[in-house]
C-alpha cells in the first residue's frame, strides 16, 4: 500500500509538471521582463493585510502561503510577485469554484508555492480597493475587470487626422470615477496638428471635466522632458495607473518613453482612419524609473455605458445635483417642463459640458433597456 502511494504522489507530480509546461510554452520568459515592478514599488491596504492574515490563520500549512500581486496576464495565465520571487500561477479548485474567481492585472492574492513546484497556486483574491471594468457583452453580458487596485486611469487620446474624441475622453472618466479611481487625460500625436487645435482639445477637457484634471500633450515621437514628467507626475511614487485608449493612441510609444528604452513592442497604424493593430497582447504592469506603476492595457474598441450612474454622477456633481430637482424623475432634459437641470445649464456657456452629460446619461438610459429585466449591475 505504501508503494502505491508513493507512486500515486509520483505520477500526481509529473501531471502538474507536464502542465505547468504547456502553460509556459509560449509565453515569454519572466526573467525577460525587465520592466516588471519590484515588490517594494506596490503598496497593499491595510483591509488587504487583514484580509490576507485572517485566510492564513485558517489555513493548512501556512507557511507554504505568501502575499502576492498579479504584475502580468498572458493569454488568461498570471503571473505573481511576490517578496522573494515571480512566477506562473494557477487557480485552486476552491477558488475556480468561487463567484469572484477571475483574477485581473494588480490584484493581491494568497498564494501558495508548494514544494518542488514550478508553479504557484492562488488561493484566495484578497479584497480590492478600486475594480476598472467594463460591460462586455449584450443583454446578458458581465463586467470585465480591466485592472484591479488601480489609483488613477490615464485615459489616452490621440489627436492627429481629426481623431480627438471627447465622448471618448469623458465616457473613460466616468467609468474611472465609478471604479473608484481618479482620472487624467493624455493627449499624444500633439505634433501632427496645429497648436490651435492642440490648445482647443486642451480647453474642451478643462470645460468638461474641470480644471482640477490633470492634462498633458505629448508629441508622437521624442517627447520633451516637460511633457514626460507631467505624465510621471499623474502616477507618483507608490502609486498605480492604468492607460485606456484605443489601438493606435500611442500608449506603448509612450510607454517606452518614459522607460527610456524599446521594452515594449509597438505597431504602424493604418493610413486610411488612423487605427492602430493590437500590439499589446498582454495585461502588464510597468515600472516607471522616478514615478509609479502603470498597467499597459490592450486598446479598447468600445466602452460601454451599462450601469456607470454613479460614475456619471461623480464627474458631474452639479448637473446630478440639479437632476434631483426636476418636476419629472424620469426628466431626459431635453423638453420636459419643470426641467431643473436646463433651468441652470441651458446658457450657450455651458452648451459643451451639458452636451457631454445628455449624451452619456441618454446612452444609459438606452443600455438600461436593453438588458434582460433578471440582470442586476
Same mark, same amino acid.
Given at each position: 500500500?505504501?508503494?502505491?502511494?508513493?507512486?500515486?504522489?509520483?505520477?500526481?507530480?509529473?501531471?502538474?509538471?507536464?502542465?505547468?509546461?504547456?502553460?509556459?510554452?509560449?509565453?515569454?520568459?519572466?526573467?525577460?521582463?525587465?520592466?516588471?515592478?519590484?515588490?517594494?514599488?506596490?503598496?497593499?491596504?491595510?483591509?488587504?493585510?487583514?484580509?490576507?492574515?485572517?485566510?492564513?490563520?485558517?489555513?493548512?500549512?501556512?507557511?507554504?502561503?505568501?502575499?502576492?500581486?498579479?504584475?502580468?496576464?498572458?493569454?488568461?495565465?498570471?503571473?505573481?510577485?511576490?517578496?522573494?520571487?515571480?512566477?506562473?500561477?494557477?487557480?485552486?479548485?476552491?477558488?475556480?469554484?468561487?463567484?469572484?474567481?477571475?483574477?485581473?492585472?494588480?490584484?493581491?492574492?494568497?498564494?501558495?508555492?508548494?514544494?518542488?513546484?514550478?508553479?504557484?497556486?492562488?488561493?484566495?483574491?484578497?479584497?480590492?480597493?478600486?475594480?476598472?471594468?467594463?460591460?462586455?457583452?449584450?443583454?446578458?453580458?458581465?463586467?470585465?475587470?480591466?485592472?484591479?487596485?488601480?489609483?488613477?486611469?490615464?485615459?489616452?487620446?490621440?489627436?492627429?487626422?481629426?481623431?480627438?474624441?471627447?465622448?471618448?475622453?469623458?465616457?473613460?472618466?466616468?467609468?474611472?470615477?465609478?471604479?473608484?479611481?481618479?482620472?487624467?487625460?493624455?493627449?499624444?500625436?500633439?505634433?501632427?496638428?496645429?497648436?490651435?487645435?492642440?490648445?482647443?482639445?486642451?480647453?474642451?477637457?478643462?470645460?468638461?471635466?474641470?480644471?482640477?484634471?490633470?492634462?498633458?500633450?505629448?508629441?508622437?515621437?521624442?517627447?520633451?522632458?516637460?511633457?514626460?514628467?507631467?505624465?510621471?507626475?499623474?502616477?507618483?511614487?507608490?502609486?498605480?495607473?492604468?492607460?485606456?485608449?484605443?489601438?493606435?493612441?500611442?500608449?506603448?510609444?509612450?510607454?517606452?518613453?518614459?522607460?527610456?528604452?524599446?521594452?515594449?513592442?509597438?505597431?504602424?497604424?493604418?493610413?486610411?482612419?488612423?487605427?492602430?493593430?493590437?500590439?499589446?497582447?498582454?495585461?502588464?504592469?510597468?515600472?516607471?524609473?522616478?514615478?509609479?506603476?502603470?498597467?499597459?492595457?490592450?486598446?479598447?474598441?468600445?466602452?460601454?455605458?451599462?450601469?456607470?450612474? &454613479?460614475?456619471?454622477?461623480?464627474?458631474?456633481?452639479?448637473?446630478?445635483?440639479?437632476?434631483?430637482?426636476?418636476?419629472?424623475?424620469?426628466?431626459?432634459?431635453?423638453?420636459?417642463?419643470?426641467?431643473?437641470?436646463?433651468? &441652470?445649464?441651458?446658457?450657450?456657456?455651458?452648451?459643451?459640458?451639458?452636451?457631454?452629460?445628455?449624451?452619456?446619461?441618454?446612452?444609459?438610459?438606452?443600455?438600461?433597456?436593453?438588458?434582460?429585466?433578471?440582470?442586476?449591475?
Amino acid at each position: 500500500m505504501a508503494k502505491r502511494n508513493s507512486r500515486d504522489r509520483r505520477n500526481v507530480r509529473r501531471k502538474v509538471q507536464k502542465k505547468a509546461e504547456r502553460i509556459s510554452e509560449g509565453l515569454p520568459s519572466l526573467e525577460l521582463l525587465t520592466e516588471l515592478p519590484e515588490f517594494g514599488q506596490l503598496r497593499q491596504t491595510d483591509e488587504q493585510m487583514r484580509a490576507y492574515v485572517a485566510y492564513c490563520a485558517d489555513a493548512e500549512k501556512p507557511q507554504d502561503l505568501a502575499l502576492g500581486c498579479v504584475v502580468r496576464l498572458d493569454r488568461g495565465y498570471p503571473a505573481v510577485l511576490t517578496q522573494d520571487e515571480t512566477f506562473r500561477a494557477e487557480f485552486a479548485a476552491q477558488l475556480t469554484k468561487s463567484e469572484f474567481s477571475r483574477v485581473a492585472v494588480g490584484d493581491w492574492v494568497a498564494v501558495r508555492t508548494p514544494h518542488g513546484h514550478d508553479m504557484g497556486l492562488i488561493e484566495k483574491i484578497l479584497p480590492r480597493k478600486s475594480d476598472i471594468a467594463r460591460w462586455k457583452g449584450g443583454s446578458r453580458g458581465e463586467k470585465q475587470t480591466l485592472a484591479a487596485n488601480v489609483d488613477v486611469v490615464l485615459v489616452v487620446q490621440a489627436l492627429e487626422k481629426g481623431r480627438f474624441s471627447l465622448n471618448r475622453i469623458v465616457r473613460s472618466a466616468v467609468v474611472a470615477a465609478d471604479c473608484g479611481a481618479g482620472v487624467a487625460v493624455i493627449l499624444t500625436k500633439c505634433d501632427l496638428v496645429d497648436k490651435s487645435d492642440v490648445d482647443e482639445a486642451l480647453g474642451c477637457v478643462r470645460d468638461v471635466l474641470g480644471e482640477g484634471c490633470p492634462v498633458v500633450a505629448i508629441s508622437s515621437v521624442n517627447a520633451g522632458s516637460a511633457e514626460l514628467d507631467g505624465v510621471r507626475a499623474m502616477v507618483p511614487k507608490g502609486s498605480v495607473g492604468i492607460m485606456l485608449g484605443p489601438s493606435g493612441a500611442g500608449k506603448s510609444t509612450l510607454l517606452n518613453a518614459l522607460l527610456g528604452r524599446e521594452a515594449l513592442e509597438t505597431g504602424s497604424v493604418r493610413e486610411s482612419d488612423g487605427v492602430g493593430r493590437h500590439t499589446t497582447v498582454a495585461r502588464r504592469m510597468v515600472a516607471i524609473p522616478e514615478a509609479g506603476v502603470i498597467v499597459d492595457e490592450p486598446g479598447l474598441r468600445t466602452l460601454q455605458m451599462v450601469g456607470h450612474e &454613479r460614475g456619471l454622477a461623480k464627474v458631474f456633481p452639479d448637473i446630478a445635483e440639479a437632476a434631483r430637482g426636476c418636476r419629472f424623475r424620469n426628466c431626459t432634459h431635453t423638453h420636459e417642463p419643470g426641467c431643473e437641470v436646463r433651468a &441652470r445649464f441651458g446658457g450657450d456657456s455651458n452648451s459643451v459640458r451639458l452636451g457631454a452629460y445628455l449624451a452619456l446619461a441618454n446612452e444609459m438610459r438606452d443600455s438600461a433597456k436593453t438588458l434582460d429585466p433578471d440582470i442586476v449591475l
